[in-house]
């Protein structure tokens, strides 16, 4: 459910806010157990990433209003964003890719 | 009060409209006029530039002949190195500030930048930075090590002088400057367009400047970080670099180059824009393509960040990386030669006019492409193989950044100077001063293609009689004088104009672009009335109709009202006082730190408190029907993922590599980490209520939603501070090993930015507590909100990538 406030798009209730706060603290139990729980191993790692993103965008889109908010915002902000992630990626595999045998 | 007798006071309180500019020093300190601050910093480019040539005579003296006796290699050393970081960081990059800042409001149809204040900050934090810098020569230890200042020649153990830590510290105070300016910017150009200019209407220029503004605010994060890793091996003895314990000096190259590249498209994007616009003036015909060359300029940005290993093709790196780049590097050309072809076919047919400023930007056509030939050749590893290091490369650069950038702005100078200054500039002598400089520049530099060819090392102090290279060395050298009289011509021929009448008018040139709509030198408000808009080349349209010659309907008159003008500030310049004051401490006392960032917090306070109550600054609305101040946060947090992303990379990537613990696994306490996590998500629910109490103007609400969002950020510090101690108290230490230096710091940082978050909370309840924070004040809440949450974003990465994944 949401509210609107002329001159500044829609808003999110704060029953919404709530909503979302009680999912990323699920999200978080969930990741926490994950990681002692011995037969999700083989997948643990993307597991957490799927779930590390889930929370973030929660926050992004919700907390931070880039749902509610000018298409103009999402594009200055996820461009910069992809950008960042590409070079995160390549920077790790560069890297890694020339480091020595432990 | 009511709004119109308060904007009526703002208004009297600065130069208003049809006022005359106000005179004296103290009007140019306290300056927040984008012309001025233009002006400002065109003379300070252009006497940084002076210098930098300076330094270049001397190193040309140095390899005129064999065996040369001028300098000696340490001198030869730091003159090279301070050579290119002047001529990069406080030369070229600051004269395209000048244009940026002087133009972009004309050109878009604004009275001024979409911040004044922070546009005066960025000029001043350059200015002290680049003195602060220079200072070095002052003390005797000139940084010596390269603009690009390689790991580990910039470590304490092969560079144990102040040299580096002057190199250091003033690039990150200039990075501070270019961060500003950039998200000042991309403000302006997105918000303050007149009405009628779509992002498809504006001039080349301007898209060339977003595109630059972009790479600004993207690429100047990762050279943060590799300064800050430097700056943390030399001061506190951390092992980013240290290749004993673990580190990897290709880091630093490839930290230095993620910067560097997109760097080198910040310098030549500019002159490309300038040229686009002066091609068509003077063919008297639209810029063929338009939207292909601003197309092609977007990708030349968006590419610029996919080829930086190009400058690494020696480092070894290995054969697919090798490859990925070079056929990156050699994409990259297809946009870049789209451009050329697009001006070529511009001048093709067109009414052509050889004004001096017409000569420049031929001459930068024919030079840059040279440059993009060699560049071409350095994309192929194995060719590069034999050019890398060699003075082959050296061409290359001088003919993209004088022949290329330095050219464009020379157009630039010539095109606008009858705007700037109401004069013209002697077109015979112009076009003279242009020739020296052409054959000048030619002489210098050509040669330099062949002593690479074959075999003359960059680099290098001096060289012996045999290789044969003594020749073509002389004449580089004979070319550097001619070229740097071609400088001192210019400065006649600028004084010249400077005492002679003003008799440009408002268009010389019959001009296409809404500046020449105004008057030489505009009034301080820019525009007695906001022009009208009717497509690309507006102000062509007005006045010659499109190409059937259809003139459009005039606009009716907008309706006469106070235009609301900035109030000069003596912050901005206080701030960037303590900034480099701060800067220079850290040479010298831990306490002269502790006085310059007090000073400097104190001044941001007032900065951003100045004009709190003024109700003209309530609603700061925009094309994009986002407030300025919110859009200019979203592109900074769009920074802050370069920052952040950067700093968990290195993270990332050295993790597994300490060569003594103790480890991750061993030591970091997720149970703890959990509480404080959920501690951080939770202040980001509360901050959302503050910001919807704000909005529906209930005061006690937004106070208490405040005061807990800041106490859960106290919180959340206190925790990481009880996680820091007891991992001191278990033997990990910053210097210990890489896992503790990049933990410490990624999360040291991490901390910082919760800090000043927690600050700007306090002080938003302080604000509130005191009756100060109104319905109408919810934006600052909402900027302050999209911080916070950012920061609990950037946790939420941190919290499973260092503590949860093994």
């Known amino acids: ?102 | 009060m009511t709004v119109a007798a308060l904007t009526e006071r703002v208004a009297a309180r600065s130069a208003g409209p049809g006022a005359p500019p106000a005179a004296g020093i103290r009007s140019w300190l306290t300056t927040v006029d984008h012309k001025r601050i233009g002006i400002l910093y065109g003379v300070a480019a252009f006497a940084f530039f002076l210098l930098g040539g300076l330094e270049a005579l001397l190193l040309r003296l140095q390899l005129a002949q064999p065996n040369g006796h001028v300098l000696g290699a340490q001198t030869f050393n730091a003159l090279f190195t301070m050579h290119g970081t002047t001529m990069i960081f406080l030369a070229v990059m600051p004269a395209s500030n000048a244009f940026f800042n002087y133009l972009i409001p004309l050109l878009l149809g604004a009275r001024d930048v979409a911040f004044p204040r922070l546009n005066a900050l960025s000029f001043w934090i350059f200015l002290f930075g680049g003195l602060f810098l220079n200072a070095a020569w002052l003390v005797g230890a000139p940084p010596d090590a390269g603009w690009f200042g390689y790991a580990n020649l910039t470590s304490t153990q092969f560079s144990p002088g102040l040299g580096v830590d002057f190199w250091m510290l003033g690039l990150q105070v200039l990075g501070v400057s270019s961060m500003l300016a950039g998200v000042n910017f991309i403000v302006t150009i997105l918000n303050l367009r007149a009405p009628g200019m779509t992002l498809m209407r504006m001039p080349v220029f301007v898209w060339m400047a977003l595109v630059v503004q972009f790479l600004s605010i993207l690429a100047f994060p990762t050279i943060t970080v590799a300064m800050i890793m430097l700056m943390f091996d030399r001061f506190f003895g951390t092992r980013f670099y240290d290749v004993a314990a673990g580190g990897d000096l290709h880091m630093w190259q490839h930290l230095f180059w993620i910067f560097g590249h997109p760097e080198v498209y910040i310098l030549i994007l500019p002159a490309m824009g300038i040229v686009s616009e002066v091609v068509p003036v003077f063919a008297r015909k639209p810029l063929f393509g338009a939207p292909v060359v601003i197309y092609s300029g977007a990708l030349i940005g968006f590419f610029g960040f996919g080829v930086w290993s190009h400058h690494m093709f020696a480092a070894g790196m290995g054969p697919v990386a090798d490859a990925a780049f070079a056929v990156s590097s050699m994409l990259i050309a297809i946009p870049t030669g789209v451009k050329i072809f697009n001006w070529l076919a511009t001048l093709w047919g067109g009414a052509l006019r050889l004004t001096a400023a017409m000569h420049y930007a031929l001459g930068f056509i024919a030079l840059f492409t040279i440059g993009g030939l060699s560049g071409i050749m350095h994309a192929s590893p194995p060719v590069d193989l034999q050019q890398t290091d060699s003075y082959f490369v050296v061409a290359h650069f001088h003919y993209v950044l004088i022949g290329g950038s330095l050219s464009g702005l020379l157009a630039g100078l010539y095109y606008w100077w009858p705007k700037i200054t109401g004069r013209r500039l002697d077109e015979r002598l112009g076009k003279l001063q242009f020739w020296l400089f052409f054959v000048g520049f030619n002489l210098t530099f050509f040669p330099q293609h062949y002593l690479g060819a074959i075999g003359m090392p960059r680099r290098i102090y001096t060289y012996a009689a045999e290789p044969g290279w003594a020749f073509w060395n002389l004449v580089s050298t004979v070319g550097a004088f001619v070229l740097a009289l071609s400088f001192l011509l210019l400065l006649v021929v600028a004084v010249a104009s400077l005492r002679a009448a003003a008799t440009a008018g408002n268009d010389p040139w019959d001009g296409r672009t809404l500046e020449w709509r105004t008057s030489s030198p505009p009034p301080v408000e820019n525009f007695a009335a906001l022009p009208p808009v009717y497509g690309r080349d507006t102000f062509w349209r007005e006045k010659h109709g499109d190409r059937h010659g259809r003139r459009p309907t005039p606009a009716p008159a907008p309706p006469p009202g106070p235009s609301h003008l900035p109030s000069p500030s003596r912050l901005p310049i206080l701030v960037a006082v303590g900034l480099v004051v701060a800067a220079a401490g850290a040479l010298v006392s831990a306490w002269i730190v502790v006085a310059g960032l007090g000073f400097a917090v104190l001044a941001l306070f007032r900065f951003a408190l100045e004009h709190h109550a003024n109700l003209a600054h309530a609603h700061q609305d925009g094309v994009t029907g986002v407030d300025h101040r919110k859009l200019g946060m979203w592109a900074f947090l769009g920074s802050e993922c370069m920052f952040f992303g950067t700093l968990i990379a290195v993270y990332l990537a050295y993790k597994g590599r300490s060569v003594v613990g103790p480890r991750p696994h061993e030591i970091l306490n997720i149970p703890v980490t959990t509480v404080s996590t959920f501690d951080l998500l939770m202040s980001s629910l509360v901050m959302v209520l503050a910001l919807a109490a704000v909005r529906r103007g209930d005061a006690r609400q937004t106070r208490r939603w405040l005061t807990w969002t800041a106490l859960l950020g106290l919180i959340f510090l206190g925790f990481q501070a009880f996680e820091f101690t007891s991992f001191v108290r278990e033997g990990l230490t910053l210097q210990r090993n890489l896992f503790g230096s990049t933990f410490f710091v990624l999360t040291g940082f991490h901390g910082g930015h919760v800090t000043l978050g927690v600050v700007w909370l306090l002080t938003l309840a302080i604000l509130s507590l005191r009756g100060r924070l109104a319905a109408t004040d919810a934006v600052k809440v909402e900027v302050a909100g999209l911080y916070w949450h950012f920061v609990d974003i950037v946790w939420i990465a941190i919290f499973t990538l260092i503590y949860l994944i093994p």
Do not use: N, W
């Open chain 1, 1 to 102: 459910m949401s509210t609107s406030d002329p001159g500044h798009g829609e808003h999110a209730s704060v029953a919404t806010y709530i909503k979302v706060a009680l999912v990323l603290t699920a999200l978080t139990a969930i990741e926490v157990g994950a990681i002692y729980i011995r037969a999700l191993t083989p997948i643990l790692i993307p597991t957490l990433l799927v779930l590390s993103l889930a929370k973030f965008s929660l926050v992004l889109l919700f907390f931070m209003h880039l749902r509610y908010d000018t298409r103009t915002l999402s594009v200055v902000f996820v461009g910069p964003l992809l950008i960042a992630l590409a070079v995160f990626l390549a920077l790790i595999a560069l890297i890694g890719a020339g480091m020595a045998p432990a």
